[in-house]
């Protein structure tokens, strides 16, 4: 899972969530926002990151965003990070 920033009109940080198969084929990403708001620990719903962007993951605010909308990689996400969001989308999703 890496981090995006959308092309600027938007400006927002986003997770991509889905494969990268999934991606290429379709040319869009899964992706989950990071608000700018930080929360101390991680809850089902929402997930702190710190880098490389920083604000906490809403596992409820999913996009589907094409290629053209991103501007810049900025890296991937800790694994930890990674895992948590796993977990969470699990129990949102009761899988």
């Known amino acids: 899972m890496s981090t995006s920033r959308p092309s600027?009109?938007?400006?927002?940080?986003?997770?991509?969530?889905?494969?990268d198969a999934l991606n290429a084929q379709n040319?869009?990403?899964?992706?989950?926002?990071i608000r700018p708001q930080r929360v101390r620990e991680?809850?089902?719903?929402?997930?702190?990151?710190?880098?490389?962007s920083s604000?906490?993951?809403v596992l409820g605010a999913f996009r589907s965003l094409s290629s053209s909308r991103f501007?810049?990689?900025?890296?991937?996400v800790d694994e930890?990070?990674?895992?948590?969001?796993?977990?969470?989308?699990?129990?949102?999703?009761?899988?």
Do not use: K, N, Q, Y
Request: net charge negative; proline share 11%.
């Open 71 to 76: 501007a810049e990689d900025l890296g991937p």
């Open 80 to 95: 930890r990070v990674v895992e948590a969001v796993a977990i969470g989308l699990r129990a949102v999703f009761d899988l």
């Open 42 to 52: 991680a809850t089902p719903a929402g997930i702190p990151v710190a880098a490389p």
């Open 8 to 19: 600027p009109e938007t400006r927002e940080h986003v997770p991509a969530i889905s494969s």
């Open 27 to 33: 040319g869009t990403a899964t992706c989950v926002l």
């Open 55 to 57: 604000g906490t993951i």
